[in-house]
């Protein structure tokens, strides 16, 4: 008797023929005895319909969809399975992913979900760093701004009644819905980390996430989620969460912008007209033109600037505590 839970995979699709067949086979090469694949493709042109056709276990359909939001909840809708596995399609599971998931989601043990740790691989397969899961509840995952942030979506499954409880995926997001809905489920739920190795993500230009990663419109969409659980406006809790905040997105802008994600200090005029079209505001923000300073004229030359400044500005108050 097959008492392994059923896992329903759900994957949206969007021209990513390139990939998409590791995908498959990373589900298929589980040898698990019970599970369902539900590829939800946007119409795609370069070749993807090709390979899904040859997959006859496959549940697929293509069409057009209002995004990525929108794809996955039409599978996690369709889905019949205890255990829901979100994989993109360029993305792949690790060998006994799905096993460890059997394991820890057992409805006897009370888990509703479990994050693990993810490889973070490059075009062709290769291994550049391992990623483990650093936040659970819900207070870390709101500080992330300042105590760093470790956990990626293609390593986290969860129960179905997940689904029920918090709801589906934000339509409304187009870069920070799963944020959006880990932070929805760790507000009921702490996600349970796992030492094992649960999937892959790949790091290439063409994807979503590669494009818009170094954007204003993916970074202001995450603070916005981010904004509705920091508290109270006017708070002590609050106040340091904008804060905090504003200097992770500071960080982040003048990174994109100087390419210091390269380690070249080249002006990236694309990215800076991006940075003005989606917040113009951020060109004239402190913590912007502080590291745009310290990028272009180095971290000493900031740092004997703001020294300067500093005696400067005590040898004014001393003159002015002097002053009959």
């Not at 090469?29 to 997959?55: A, V, W």
């Not at 996430?209 to 954007?215: E, I, K, N, P, S």
């Not at 708070?235 to 804060?243: E, F, G, I, L, M």
């Not at 070249?264 to 402190?286: E, I, Q, T």
Request: charged content about 25%; overall charge positive.
């Amino acid at each position: 008797m097959n008492t392994c839970p059923l896992i329903s995979v759900v994957t949206p699709s969007f021209n990513q023929g390139r990939f998409i067949e590791r995908c498959i086979r990373s589900v298929l090469d589980q040898e698990y005895p019970s599970f369902e694949h539900l590829i939800y493709d946007n119409c795609s042109t370069d070749g993807t319909l090709d390979i899904l056709r040859r997959y006859p276990h496959l549940t697929w359909v293509s069409e057009s969809d209002r995004g990525q939001s929108h794809a996955l909840n039409k599978g996690f809708r369709r889905g019949r399975g205890e255990i829901i596995a979100w994989i993109n399609a360029d993305d792949a599971y690790e060998p006994d992913a799905f096993r460890v998931a059997a394991r820890e989601l057992r409805a006897a043990t009370g888990v509703k979900a479990i994050a693990g740790r993810v490889h973070m691989v490059d075009e062709s397969g290769r291994v550049l760093r391992t990623k483990t899961p650093n936040v659970d509840t819900l207070a870390p995952m709101i500080e992330f701004w300042t105590r760093g942030f470790s956990l990626e979506q293609c390593g986290v499954l969860f129960r179905r009644e997940v689904l029920d409880e918090i709801g589906l995926l934000d339509e409304r997001l187009h870069y920070a819905m799963d944020y959006d809905f880990l932070l929805r489920l760790v507000a009921r739920h702490p996600l349970k980390l796992v030492d094992e190795v649960l999937a892959r993500f790949t790091l290439q230009p063409a994807s979503k996430t590669g494009r818009l990663r170094h954007t204003a419109a993916f970074v202001n969409e995450r603070r916005r989620v981010s904004a509705a659980y920091w508290g109270p406006r006017g708070s002590s809790a609050y106040r340091r969460r904008r804060a905090a905040c504003e200097r992770h997105l500071a960080e982040h802008f003048a990174n994109a912008v100087l390419r210091g994600h390269e380690d070249r200090h080249v002006l990236d005029w694309s990215a800076f007209g991006h940075m003005l079209r989606h917040g113009p505001r951020w060109l004239l923000n402190r913590h912007v033109l502080g590291v745009l300073a310290e990028r272009t004229l180095g971290q000493r030359a900031v740092t004997l600037a703001r020294r300067l400044a500093g005696q400067r500005d005590s040898r004014k108050c001393s003159a002015a505590r002097h002053d009959p």
